[in-house]
């Protein structure tokens, strides 16, 4: 198992050993004391599985009072997936990251707190799961525009498919509150 750091520190790549055979394959998606030592820390209390249409873009989204970390990662499909760090002070305040995570490629991504974090989805379909370290709270999450110029994500799908609530997220420099470095 390996476990690779990204451009953006905190943020994680996992790349899980598979044990594959005339049956199929075997893989480990989350081993405690393993990926605490390879750099993904904390307890995951919530387990999430989204399935999204080709061309979807989901994002960016955070959590404010009971901020996340996320543990990402692919069952059907390919996606590409970002994080984006805004906690006001780090150094790297308002870059962002990128990995292709598919269920051919068996890859993670570990996005700590204070991250924003979204995907799009470049194959047919895809279903996504991914462990939290904190309860979902609709009351304090936040989002930011997924096309916000000041960030200049790369997205490699072209007219989306949104929510209503994503295409009303503010720029990064529109919020007021955000975490701190």
């Given at each position: ?13 996992v790349e899980p050993d598979i044990h594959r055979d005339a049956r199929g394959f075997f893989l480990e998606s989350y081993h405690a004391e393993k990926y605490r ?145």
């Amino acid at each position: 198992m390996k476990f690779v750091p990204a451009a953006l520190a905190g943020v994680v790549v996992v790349e899980p050993d598979i044990h594959r055979d005339a049956r199929g394959f075997f893989l480990e998606s989350y081993h405690a004391e393993k990926y605490r030592a390879g750099g993904v820390p904390g307890v995951f209390v919530q387990d999430n599985h989204s399935r999204s249409a080709g061309g979807t873009i989901r994002g960016l989204h955070l959590q404010l009072r009971r901020p996340q970390g996320k543990l990402i990662r692919v069952i059907e499909g390919e996606i590409f997936d970002v994080a984006v760090d805004v906690r006001r002070g780090s150094p790297t305040f308002g870059k962002w990251v990128g990995v292709t995570l598919s269920a051919e490629n068996f890859k993670q991504c570990y996005i700590p707190k204070g991250f924003a974090h979204g995907f799009a989805v470049v194959s047919a379909v895809a279903q996504v799961e991914y462990k939290c370290t904190d309860v979902y709270d609709k009351a304090s999450e936040i989002g930011i525009a997924w096309d916000d110029p000041a960030i200049g994500i790369r997205w490699p799908v072209s007219n989306p498919v949104l929510s209503d609530r994503d295409t009303r997220h503010p720029r990064l420099a529109e919020i007021a509150q955000l975490p701190t470095f």
